[in-house]
């Protein structure tokens, strides 16, 4: 914690910028207490953490809070706590709301509006989504929006277009921020991680383009990552293959049990070459982490069902769809459904209707890029 309240009942606000002297001064001559459960708490003063307040023993606001805050933590909210100052925004750190029974790291006030509240929580550990939402209820219920800043993931150290892996964790947070990008902050170097044009790979893989924006340059409304250009999409297109090269080159090195193995299968029957497949199958689509297979895996699938059930690519609607997603063993979802769908529109727009078609580069990526932007 960085807020503790005096012996006269006012609160008092750490700051790690305090010259030691002070610090061990106001250690020596004052009383701090919990601004929760009112009990005397630890100064602590030391090397391994910024200086922050603890309670003595284990109490049930520990339990509630998770009062052993890691350095980064109390870092990152320190930080964001003084970029709010420095934007003249009604800051509080810290704040304790009764009717929630919730503590977010910030709490602030929108200018030239006192009636709308935005709470700032910066997530450093890891959190479920269960959490996450009964959290959200609670600030809803009182009329604050909440604003989640999760910690920038570890490998994550440049900008730039690259290949990151992103845990469920992290992922998560799309579903209760942007589903296009996410605003992490890596209190170590002062600097937000805007982490945007996911697309994805397989596991827990992705391509994004890495963005990041100085403490000192962040302003409120947060910055939104701007639209990618075909230029850079061209970049992702090229990761992209790469990664569908290797794969495929470790899946015929590494083969699963024969006849389970789908893509193997279905490029046997087909009369397919793994290692020269057309371009237009194993292609990124939105949604597509829903499937949790990589991409060439159900396309070239999708190949195999229609022609071993003697079906039309134009017949790929409705009920037909689910009967393949069943039979290639993937999740029967609404999400599932579209991902399909949305590549059976691509096919029926490039009017591809049998896998030994050829498709134009130039055509590929400008139709791919249109759907990447609208993503
Ligand atoms: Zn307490």
Known sequence: MLVAYTEKNEPFVLNSSMPQTTLYQLRKSKKFY???CKQQLLFKIGSLKIPHFAHYSKSSCEAQFSDRESE???????????????????A???????SIQQRPDILFKLKGNDDQRIAVEFQCSPISLEKLLERNNGYKREGISPIWIPSTPNKIVKKGI????LNKNYQQFREVTHPSYIMTYNPAVRQFFYISNLIYLHGNSFISKVQTISLTNQKFPFYIPKPITKNEFEQFWLIYQQVKHNYLQARVLFRRSGVNDILLRSAYELRMNLHSLPKYIGIPLKGSEELK???VDWQLALFYFIHTNKIELCHMKGQTIYYFLKWARMPETKIAYEVVSNYCTFLEKTSIQHSYQSIQDDKLLAILYNQFLAM
Not at 73 to 89: I, P
């Open 92 to 98: 509080q750190l810290e704040p304790y709301l009764p």
């Open 162 to 165: 690259q290949r990151i892996s």
């Open 293 to 295: 297979v990589f991409s």
């Open 34 to 36: 919990c601004p929760l």
């Open 72 to 90: 980064m933590h109390l870092k990152g909210k320190e930080q964001l706590y003084s970029l709010f100052n420095a934007l003249k925004l009604e």
